[in-house]
């Protein structure tokens, strides 16, 4: 066992001070290895000199007459201006997991407007303006509300039919060290739009996923329906298939709770038509065109939905529906 003494330079100061460590090892080729570049292995002062190595254990303090260096194998001495230099070892024992995560790109999950472009939050401004790269479900779509908002990013595009293709794209960005931020056409990413595959993919790489939260169809019709209480099912768009979508919606309706859906303009006559036919009593909430021009909410029966939404006419933009749970029926 040799005793050894690193010598390095202390940053921060107006004057580079002078540290001295003393180190305990098995040799100086061992602890090399070990010690950053800015930190340099010479012999120990010779016994009788005082250099500083020592360590007095009453006070902490490098100095002293009774260093034995049983206990303690790195240690600073202090700076010359009095106050002590961080410890050697933290220096030289290698960075944990958390120093490595902070390296790693982040993928931020960015939620946006849902039809009025007024409702996009600050936060999300600041993201997207920030972001090295923006992952977008249709280019042409985001790149509406970011030349809205003078933000100019390079684009890439992630399509709702090949997430699997989409979410490589964006793993494939973080690996070079680029912040991405998502966005789906509007509102929240991965409820019922695309982006769950890519933040579970980035998270299992080891990158930050952070979400930026914001509009959501879903939680604007429940903010006005009036009824939804501590339990609402949300299903998103059914299939367009009508078997399987009357099989869902007879599931549905089976449990006896709240649900709420999404459908397009060109199916919602069909959807309200299969729910009056299995429950006609049930309530209804419907949002159509929530947070533009033209936005409507009516409150009324499966049957007086199905009735009225029953000619193309009425059909125009896109639908959230809320359906009663039996305690409301």
Known sequence: MGLYAARGL????????????????RASAALAGRIPPAVALVPCPAEGQDDGCRYDEGSGQAGGDDFHGSSIPILPSPSKDGRDLPRAAALLDPPGPGAHNRAMATLSIVATPIGNLGDITLRALETLKAADVIACEDTRHTLKLLTHYEIRKPLVACYAYDEEKGSARILSLLAEGKNVAYCSDAGTPGLSDPGALAAARAREAG??????????????LLSVAGFGGRSVLFDGFLSPKPGRRRSRVEELLGRGENFLLYESPHRI??????????????????????????????VMTAREAAEKFNGTDEARGEFAVLVSGTDLA
Not at 270 to 298: N, S, W, Y
């Open 207 to 220: 990158h930050r996923v952070e979400p930026i939260p914001g509009p959501s169809a879903f939680a604007a």
């Open 269 to 298: 006559g069909k959807l309200l038509a299969d729910i009056a036919a299995l429950a006609p009593e049930r309530k209804l909430c419907i949002g159509r065109e929530m947070t533009k021009i033209h936005e409507e909410f009516l």
């Open 10 to 25: 202390a940053s921060g100061q107006a004057g580079a001070a002078e540290a001295t460590f003393a180190v305990l090892g």
